[in-house]
C-alpha cells in the first residue's frame, strides 16, 4: 500500500489540483484493485472537494446489486473481466455519485483465477468523462501485489489524462 501512496504524491497532489481548478469530481468502482484507488486518492488532505465516493464490487453479485449492472452483462462469472463490464461500471458509478469523472477496474490479479482467454494480469480500466468513456485493456506481471499496484497507478495517470 505504501508504495501507491508513494504513487506519485506530485501525481496525486496535480489530480487534485485539475479536479479543484475545474470544480471537478471523481468517482471509483474497483474490482481486482479492491479500493487501492479510492485510498490513493483521499491521501490527501482535502480530497472530499473532488471524491464523491466509491464502492468495491468484487462479486458479481456486488456488480448487480450496487452497480445496477444488468445480469446478461455476464455470460458467466469469468466474463466479467471484459471491457464490456468497466465500461458499464465506470456509468453506473458517475450516475450513482453524480461525480464528473469516475474510474473503474475489473481484472484477474491472481494467483489463481486465470485461464487461456484470459489470463492472470488481465485488467481492464475504464474512465468515464462528461463527453465519453474510454476502456482500456491490460496484460500486468507480476505476484497479485504487483498487478494492483500497477493497475492503481494505470488508472490514476488514465485520470490525469482526461482531465488534460
Not at 484493485?33 to 483521499?42: C, E, K, S
Not at 444488468?70 to 456509468?91: G, K, R
Not at 473503474?104 to 491472481?110: M, R
Not at 463527453?131 to 506481471?141: E, L, M
Amino acid at each position: 500500500m505504501r508504495k501507491v501512496m508513494e504513487f506519485n504524491r506530485k501525481k496525486l497532489e496535480e489530480i487534485s489540483q485539475m479536479l479543484n481548478a475545474s470544480k471537478g469530481t471523481v468517482s471509483t468502482a474497483e474490482s481486482c484493485t479492491g479500493g487501492l484507488i479510492a485510498a490513493a486518492l483521499t491521501e490527501l488532505p482535502g480530497s472530499s472537494s473532488f471524491f464523491c465516493g466509491g464502492v468495491v464490487t468484487y462479486t458479481l453479485d456486488a456488480k448487480k446489486s450496487l452497480l445496477g449492472l444488468p445480469a446478461d452483462l455476464f455470460l458467466s462469472p469469468q466474463e466479467a473481466v471484459t471491457a464490456e463490464v468497466a465500461s458499464a461500471m465506470a456509468i453506473s458509478v458517475k450516475k450513482k455519485f453524480s461525480s464528473t469523472y469516475s474510474i473503474s477496474t475489473t481484472g484477474i490479479a491472481g494467483p489463481t483465477g486465470g485461464r487461456a482467454e484470459c489470463p492472470i494480469g488481465t485488467i481492464f480500466i475504464s474512465i468515464c468523462s462528461p463527453n465519453s468513456t474510454k476502456t482500456k485493456h491490460f496484460s500486468f506481471h507480476g505476484s497479485r501485489s504487483q498487478i494492483r499496484l500497477a493497475a492503481t497507478e494505470t488508472a490514476l495517470e488514465l485520470l490525469i489524462s482526461s482531465l488534460v
